[in-house]
């Protein structure tokens, strides 16, 4: 069952400078609860790709439906910078987002605590940002996300900040995390052993815009 399908997906940046094409004819299908990744080389448009789907960035042509979903999904957005607060808390910071939403019942925050002690970050929930490990701090933006319950996580280059070794680390701690929340994810990123590693499903887009080369499935079996 399809959770996303997109078609024809194309977009095309105008600038003063004349016209970027990023994407063209896109189709692919996301299936719920999978966690695929987008892989291709640089300027071959996934983060606009992601921007899209998103709704950062206005659709231009093509469609992305949810065919299953009477409204459009919660989408929950992790990027290569944590994008943390640093005159905030961690705990203060993973609850900013239900602060700014209205949402911070007793439920809610109630779930933020699960979350951190089920993740393990709870002992630094009043440390600051700069106390904290790049891949602790990566830990920290995911869990500020999923603090939010969203029904599907775009993650854009997320460990390609961190250095080697923390990013091998890192990358399948956050995609355990993951696969236990049970959200639909799409990863992209430039790194095939990362997305081999971590995802179950690899598309890869092509050098020349939007030229989706070809389709590996890869099956975990029961891990
Ligand atoms: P990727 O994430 O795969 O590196 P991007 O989606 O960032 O690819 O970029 C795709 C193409 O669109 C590139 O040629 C890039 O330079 C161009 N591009 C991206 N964002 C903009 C923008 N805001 N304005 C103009 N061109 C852009
Ligand atoms: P990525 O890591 O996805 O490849 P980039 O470093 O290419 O991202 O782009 C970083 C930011 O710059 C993005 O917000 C993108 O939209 C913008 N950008 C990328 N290429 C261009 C471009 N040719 N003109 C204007 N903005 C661009």
Redesign the pocket.
């Known amino acids: 069952n399809a959770f996303l399908s997109v078609r024809g997906l194309s ?1 095309t ?3 003063k400078n004349g016209e ?4 063209k004819d896109i189709h692919f299908d996301l299936f719920t609860g999978e966690f695929a990744a987008i892989i ?12 899209l789907i998103a709704g950062l960035i206005p659709l231009q042509k093509g469609s992305l439906r949810y065919p299953f979903l009477n409204q459009p999904p919660s989408i929950g957005y992790m990027l290569q910078k944590d994008h943390l607060l640093e005159y905030r808390t961690i705990y203060k910071n993973i609850i900013l987002g239900l602060e700014i939403q209205h949402r911070l019942t007793e439920k809610n925050l109630e779930y933020v605590q699960k979350l951190m002690r089920q993740y393990d970050i709870a002992d630094f929930a009043d440390s600051y940002p700069r106390e904290l490990s790049g891949g602790m701090r990566q830990r920290a933006a995911l869990i500020r996300t999923l603090a939010l319950k969203p029904d599907f996580l775009l993650l ?2 997320p460990f390609s900040a961190l250095d080697y070794q923390t990013r091998l680390d890192v990358s399948d701690d956050i995609a355990k995390i993951i696969r236990q929340s049970g959200v639909t994810t799409l990863l ?1 990123t ?1 790194d095939l052993s990362e997305a081999i590693s971590i995802s179950d499903r690899i598309i890869v ?1 092509g050098k020349r ?1 939007g030229h989706i080369r070809s389709i590996i499935t890869i099956d975990f079996g029961s891990e």
Request: glycine share 12%; aromatic share 4%.
């Open positions: 977009h940046y105008h600038t970027t094409p990023a994407l291709g080389p640089s300027g071959c448009g996934k983060s606009t790709l992601l921007e854009d280059e992209v430039h887009l815009p």
